[in-house]
């Protein structure tokens, strides 16, 4: 309902009121009530329409205000019995018409629908009984002769024969009584099976309703003991209390915010939660349903399983409810709980629809976690996949083409040996040139070989491969390792570490001194790489970008610092248990 | 007086080879063994002079066999091979029981003879 609707109703609801409260003042004295108590009765009606009003507002989707404004309306029309025949007559018909709409509010409270079969007939019931047999009950009532000889006539009677009127009129007041009978009982058997937020929302309601009754009866006790009572204290007290029912099925209806609240302070718990034990326990509190279980769907087992991976039975009996939690028309899990939840239907959804987002962000986050270490071992896999292979290659330049060209260097200084001094001119020097390439290249092979996998990282281990590769460097390196073996992972990538960081060094920092440091710090190896050069190393140049990658594949971190014009630190630190 | 030699080494090629280079430049190579354990069998049967041993053999690591031998009746000079060089190696070849390494490479009978002359 919009802004302007509100006013425009509560304009008309003062009007109504206003016009309804001069109506009744003016009215034919059918019941014996002074002017005190009619407006009293229509101060009641208009507290029944503006708290409806006010709670059609606060609740626009709830049928409750709609209710309490129509009890209100149908209350106050039933009281003009306008003194001409034809609104006397209309009056009388609708003698009753608010007792059904209250019969409605009361087993529609405070969701505002009927959940039970039962409360649907018995709604059903009160309206087919009071529109259809009163205006039939009409027909036989000729009020003037019976209760009210100034009233104006029944425009209805079709006789006054007290023959036909009697019966009418006991079958009335045994249906009135019967309808409030079986509300009474109804409400009560609600109550038992309601939810402890249905029974927070009823009882202020409960409490002022009791409270008039009980007003009510004092007024009637002390009518049939002869007392006055108009003006009384005691009428006052009751009417008083009248009014307050209206106003306590609005406090009742807004304490119901409070049941949203809990579907807010659900969605932070369980945003928070961290475990299914967690989850469980935050969503058995906002339902107030201690025995709420909680079954995960597995998709791949199809079946349903609790937080411990125990089988979980998820079939409807009468003592146990199943809401499904589904996102995007896929099982997420189920919900056990107990039937009478289904009374707060929305509360239900509202809880249902924040499971269902925060288990699936526990399954999401859970299949992200696997993904993320499946993704973490494959890339050690291919790193180490292509150590190996680097180690292959090196064994088969070493066990191929380094053999061979041995070999022929060996033939050839043989040849040498056996060249006679009267030879052809020049084939000394051939021999001398060949075995020169051959030289040449078994040194290159050597250094290709190394390059791809350094031989003595393998068999002697990180410090006398970072020895034999400082030596080699032409620049002085100063090397500090301790020498014990590391995995082979580990001393692959330190190596290669140190190697890029050394070449780096000599081909772009021109650097004149290099400093390596191994050294094992909590459980990880640290590996500074320190020169002198002129820095502005790029951190993320395309070889420290390639180390960085190798050194992340093995859960370490590398860092570069390369300011310029005071020398590079490079460090990688790398897990090593 | 020929230096009497046998050769370990995996390679039957660099084998070939050096036998002819070396048996060109004066030594004997009694016998050519392809791997440690054939090797130390050689060496005990034929009693050599001088072992060219590989560093490495498909079976037992060129080091190990050179203590083995060291521990020999004979005790054989000792000269470890490999196709790598001696920076390869780091300290081991400085620990090690033989008398000396020469790279494949800068083999030479020149090379091997004056190591031989050292370790006898």
């Not at chain 1, 009530?33 to 507290?47: D, I, R, S, Y």
């Not at chain 1, 007939?121 to 009163?134: D, E, G, H, R, T």
């Not at chain 1, 050597?446 to 068999?459: N, V």
């Not at chain 2, 050096?18 to 063994?33: N, Q, S």
């Amino acid at each position: 309902m919009t802004r302007r609707m509100l006013v425009a109703l509560s304009l008309a609801g003062t009007a109504l009121v206003t016009v309804a409260a001069l109506l009744v003042l003016f009215a034919h004295d059918f019941q014996p009530f002074g002017p005190a108590e009619k407006l009293a009765q229509v101060g009641t009606n208009a507290v029944w329409i503006f708290a409806g009003l006010v709670a059609w507002t606060r609740r626009p989707g709830n049928r409750v205000g709609a209710l309490m404004v129509a009890v209100g309306v149908t209350d106050l029309l039933q009281q003009l019995y306008w003194d001409a025949a034809l609104p006397f007559t209309v009056a009388q018909v609708l003698a009753f018409a608010s007792t059904p709409v209250t019969a409605q509010l009361f087993m529609a409270f405070p969701s505002g629908r009927l959940t039970g079969r039962a409360e649907r007939w018995y709604v059903a019931s009160a309206y087919l009984l009071v529109l259809v047999l009163s205006p039939i009950n009409a027909l036989f009532w000729d009020w003037q002769r019976t209760e009210c000889p100034t009233c104006p006539p029944n425009l209805l009677l079709v006789t006054s024969d007290p023959q036909f009127w009697e019966p009418w009129s006991i079958a009335g007041d045994v249906i009135l009584v019967g309808l409030l009978g079986t509300g009474v009982a109804l409400l009560v058997r609600r109550l038992r099976r309601a939810t402890v937020a249905t029974r927070r929302a009823f009882a202020p309601v409960l409490v002022t309703a009791t409270l008039a009754s009980l007003g009510l009866c004092v007024v009637l006790a002390m009518d049939a003991a002869g007392m006055k009572t108009e003006d009384s204290v005691a009428l006052w007290i009751a009417d008083v209390l009248y009014a307050a029912v209206p106003l306590a099925f609005l406090v009742g209806l807004l304490r119901m915010r409070w049941r949203r609240a809990v579907v807010a302070d659900l969605v932070l718990e369980l945003g928070s939660a961290s475990g299914p034990t967690n989850a469980r326990d935050a969503i058995a509190r906002a339902l107030r349903d201690p025995s709420l279980e909680v079954a995960y769907w597995l998709p791949e087992g199809e079946r349903f399983v609790d937080s411990a991976g125990h089988p979980v039975a998820v079939e409807e009996t009468p003592s146990r409810a199943v809401s499904m939690l589904e996102h995007d028309s896929e099982r997420v899990a189920a919900l056990l709980h107990d039937p009478s939840l289904r009374d707060d239907a929305r509360l239900l959804d509202a809880v249902c629809a924040a499971a269902t987002l925060a288990l699936e962000n526990v399954r999401l986050q859970a299949d992200l976690r696997a993904q993320l270490a499946e993704v973490r071992a494959s890339r050690a896999r291919i790193v180490a996949a292509g150590d190996a292979e680097r180690r292959r290659l090196e064994r088969d330049l070493h066990d191929g083409a380094q053999q061979r060209l041995l070999g022929i260097r060996l033939a050839l200084q043989l040849a040498r040996s056996r060249v006679p001094g009267d030879a052809l001119e020049g084939t000394e020097s051939l021999l001398a040139d060949a075995d020169a390439e051959v030289v040449a290249a078994l040194a290159e092979l050597r250094s290709l070989a190394r390059g791809i996998h350094p031989a003595i990282l393998t068999e002697e281990g990180l410090a006398p491969a970072l020895e034999a590769l400082a030596r080699r460097a032409p620049l002085p390196v100063a090397l500090h390792a301790c020498g014990e073996r590391l995995p082979p992972a580990v001393e692959a990538t330190s190596y290669f570490v140190a190697a890029e960081a050394l070449a780096n060094c000599v081909k772009h920092a021109h650097a004149r001194n290099a400093t390596i440091n191994v050294a094992r710090r909590n459980g990880r190896v640290v590996i500074d790489i320190v020169d002198d050069g002129c820095g502005g190393a790029d951190p993320r140049g395309h070889g420290l970008n390639g180390l960085r990658d190798r050194v992340e594949s093995q859960d370490g971190s590398l860092v570069v610092e390369s300011s310029p014009g005071v020398g590079t630190l490079v460090r990688a630190e790398i897990p090593c248990a | 007086m020929a230096w009497t030699v046998l050769i370990v080494d995996d390679h039957a090629g660099f084998r070939g080879f050096a036998k002819r280079l070396l048996e060109a430049g004066g030594f004997t190579v009694v016998g050519e063994a392809a791997d440690g354990a054939s090797g130390l069998a050689a060496a005990e049967a034929l009693r050599p002079a001088v072992v060219l041993l590989d560093v490495l053999l498909p079976d037992i690591d060129g080091f190990a066999i050179a203590e083995r031998l060291a521990e020999q009746a004979g005790r054989p000079v000792v000269v470890l091979t490999s196709s790598r060089e001696r920076s390869d190696f780091g300290s081991r070849l400085d620990a090690s029981a033989a008398t000396g390494f020469i790279p494949k490479h800068d083999l030479s009978t020149a090379a091997l003879a004056e190591m031989a002359g050292v370790g006898r």
